[in-house]
């Protein structure tokens, strides 16, 4: 057990603002703290922004393999460099080559377009130009494989309405036959296909919760480790509760301006769409905070191993992005991935965000994930406190790693 560093405070003054200025204290005397508190949030806020500045996916390298060398040829190539997401870095000599470009990972496609594929557009024959990509990067695949897709239909249609044409056909019926069934589509939510708005928004939270956890489970579990426990029982009349919400408090504030800022910066600066009440997602913001702080002293009261907790809070919350609903849809999930999701936090604090914040539902609608999130902050520690009284409490439960 290491020796104490500070003495047992007197008899006045003590109490909940006695805890608070003792955190205080410590957090402005360690290191951790600090880099908890306000370097790991911001660098990687600052990441996040800076990956995904962009609103779209661009200029993804591709190749193309051209063996027939025609006017036709050379407009599919200039349709495929003229696409959003691809840029043409390299004009092979053989298939082979282009493969071997994708296996060494210097570009994510390649168009192989064989000998007489203009002789056989013009002669009304199947002209097939092959296109290679790897799917293995599941969004840049899907991204290459939908602007090949729609060079690909509307090459199509030109020359079928120039053979058309050629024919003797009239322009209105050439037109009606190029596109006989025709779909409006209207993007209720996110018409620009802006990633931020797609993937900023989760990852922003996901980072934050992270610190969070951590850093409530770093200030209890440093007092059983250093064997500070009574002291810091002492400072708060012996009273296990007041000793919680004083030492939770500077941190509750603080992570809670940074969610605000958080939400500032997404509605304000980036101009996402907000069709709630701003007041509401705050609310639901500092309520996000405050529930990973219950769970955090959740997890260190039923553990009492500052070590143990640390690891399990890494694997709780690390990969908690990927079962949010974000990326993968939670109905297609299994039921272990559900009930994974279903325990964080973050979760519901995403469906309100989304559901209430960009998709304007009503209040009545969103309740829910309010209300799930509230059941974190009432039933963890209902659960946690009276443990971690016992563990304070008992010196033979110091010490631990």
């Avoid at 949030?41 to 996040?48: D, E, I, N, Q, T």
């Avoid at 962009?54 to 190749?63: D, Q």
């Avoid at 997401?85 to 470009?101: C, K, N, T």
């Amino acid at each position: 057990m290491k020796l104490r560093r500070e003495p047992r405070p007197p008899v006045h003054p003590r109490g909940f603002a006695f805890t608070v200025r003792r955190e205080l204290k410590r957090i402005l005397s360690r290191r951790f703290h600090m880099v908890f508190l306000i370097l790991l949030p911001c660098l990687g806020f600052a990441a996040m922004l800076l990956i995904f500045h962009r609103e779209l996916v661009r200029g993804l390298p591709v190749a193309v393999c051209d063996m027939d060398g025609t006017a036709t040829s050379r407009l599919v190539i200039r349709e495929m460099g003229a696409a959003p997401s691809m840029r043409i870095v390299q004009q092979v000599d053989s298939p082979q080559e282009g493969m071997r470009l994708m296996r060494r990972g210097e570009i994510y496609a390649y168009l192989f377009i064989p000998k007489n594929f203009e002789s056989d557009a013009k002669r009304g024959h199947r002209a097939a130009a092959v296109a290679y990509y790897n799917s293995q990067w599941v969004l840049p695949g899907n991204m290459i494989n939908k602007d090949l897709s729609n060079i690909s239909s509307a090459l199509s249609t030109a020359f079928e309405a120039k053979l058309r044409r050629h024919a003797g056909e009239p322009r209105a019926a050439v037109v009606a036959l190029a596109h006989p069934v025709a779909i409006d589509g209207h993007a209720l939510f996110n018409p620009y296909l802006d990633y931020r708005y797609f993937l900023t928004t989760a990852l922003l939270p996901s980072i934050l919760q992270i610190c969070i956890l951590l850093a409530t489970i770093h200030t209890f579990g440093m007092e059983l480790k250093n064997g500070t426990a009574d002291i810091f029982l002492a400072g708060a009349k012996d009273n296990v509760v007041v000793a919680v919400a004083g030492k939770l408090l500077p941190f509750s504030v603080f992570y809670a301006l940074f969610g605000l800022g958080m939400v500032s910066f997404l509605f304000r600066y980036l101009g996402m769409p907000l069709r709630g009440g701003f007041g509401t997602v705050c609310l639901a913001t500092v309520l996000f905070v405050l529930a990973y702080q219950a769970v955090g002293l959740l997890f260190i009261a039923v553990l009492g191993n500052f070590r143990l907790a640390i690891s399990l809070a890494a694997v709780y919350a690390a990969p908690a992005f990927a079962f949010t609903g974000i990326t993968f849809p939670i109905l297609g999930m299994p039921l272990f991935a559900k009930i994974w999701g279903g325990l964080l936090p973050l979760t519901w604090y995403l469906k309100f965000l989304v559901r209430y914040g960009f998709h304007g539902a009503s209040l009545a609608m969103a309740m829910p994930d309010l209300a799930a999130m509230l059941v974190f902050l009432l039933v963890c520690p209902a659960i946690a406190v009276p443990i971690l009284a016992h563990r304070l409490g008992t010196p033979s439960q110091w010490g631990e790693l």
